[in-house]
T-cell receptor, first 111, second 110 residues
C-alpha cells in the first residue's frame, strides 16, 4: 500500500537532547512537509522540501533542522534550541497540484 | 500573510441532520483548497480538493464549494452519522505553502 510512515508514534526528549523524527513515503511524491500541531491551534509549517537536496524554512523553523537526501525520506530533528517542543508532529507529501497526504503523526513530550 | 478561519469552532447535531462547515481565507490568490478530517490522536485524512478554477467537488455525502473572490469555502455533510464525528480542517494552498484553519470539532449524537 502506498502511504506515509512516521516513526516513532511517541517520543520523549530529555533536556539538552536532540531527537529525530522519521518520515518515509512510497508515493513517489516530490514535495514533503513537516507541521507542528498544538491544542487549539491550526497546523503550522516547520519546513518543506519541493525536491531532493533542497528545503525551505516554514513559519516556525527555529530550533528544528531537516535533510532531504532521498526522495522518499524527510527526517526532522528537534534540537535542544527548541524550548517548547511538546507537540504533535505531522509529516505530509504531495505531487504537483494533487491532494496533500499525511502520516499518522509523532507525539513528542518532555521528560 | 494568508489567514484561514473556520466557524464554528465546535458543532453538535443529532444524527440525520444536514450541516454546513465554513472556511474563510484572506488572500484569494490560491492554487486550491483542501478539506481534511482528523480523528483524535491521528493524522489528517483528505476529504476533498477543489482547484482554484472549480466551484465545487462532491464525494458521497460530502460537497465542498469554493468562492475564491469572496475568500470562502463550505463543506456540506448530508444525513450526518455518528461516524462523522471528528475535527474538520480546511487548508489553502498558495503555491509553496499550505495554511490551515483551526478546525471545527463535530459531534453527531445518535
Amino acid at each position: 500500500d502506498g502511504g506515509i510512515t512516521q516513526s516513532p508514534k511517541y517520543l520523549f526528549r530529555k533536556e539538552g537532547q536532540n531527537v529525530t523524527l522519521s518520515c518515509e513515503q512510497n508515493l513517489n511524491h516530490d514535495a514533503m512537509y513537516w507541521y507542528r500541531q498544538d491544542p487549539g491551534q491550526g497546523l503550522r509549517l516547520i519546513y518543506y522540501s519541493q525536491i531532493v537536496n533542497d528545503f525551505q524554512k516554514g513559519d516556525i523553523a527555529e530550533g528544528y533542522s531537516v535533510s532531504r537526501e532521498k526522495k522518499e525520506s524527510f527526517p526532522l530533528t528537534v534540537t535542544s534550541a527548541q524550548k517548547n517542543p511538546t507537540a504533535f508532529y505531522l509529516c505530509a507529501s504531495k505531487q504537483g497540484n494533487q491532494p496533500q497526504h499525511f502520516g499518522d503523526g509523532t507525539r513528542l513530550s518532555i521528560l | 500573510k494568508q489567514e484561514v478561519t473556520q466557524i464554528p469552532a465546535a458543532l453538535s447535531v443529532p444524527e440525520g441532520e444536514n450541516l454546513v462547515l465554513n472556511c474563510s481565507f484572506t488572500d484569494s490568490a490560491i492554487y486550491n483548497l483542501q478539506w481534511f478530517r482528523q480523528d483524535p490522536g491521528k493524522g489528517l485524512t483528505s476529504l476533498l480538493l477543489i482547484q482554484s478554477s472549480q466551484r465545487e467537488q462532491t464525494s458521497g455525502r460530502l460537497n465542498a464549494s469554493l468562492d475564491k473572490s469572496s475568500g470562502r469555502s463550505t463543506l456540506y455533510i448530508a444525513a450526518s452519522q455518528p461516524g462523522d464525528s471528528a475535527t474538520y480542517l480546511c487548508a489553502v494552498n498558495t503555491g509553496n505553502q499550505f495554511y490551515f484553519g483551526t478546525g471545527t470539532s463535530l459531534t453527531v449524537i445518535p
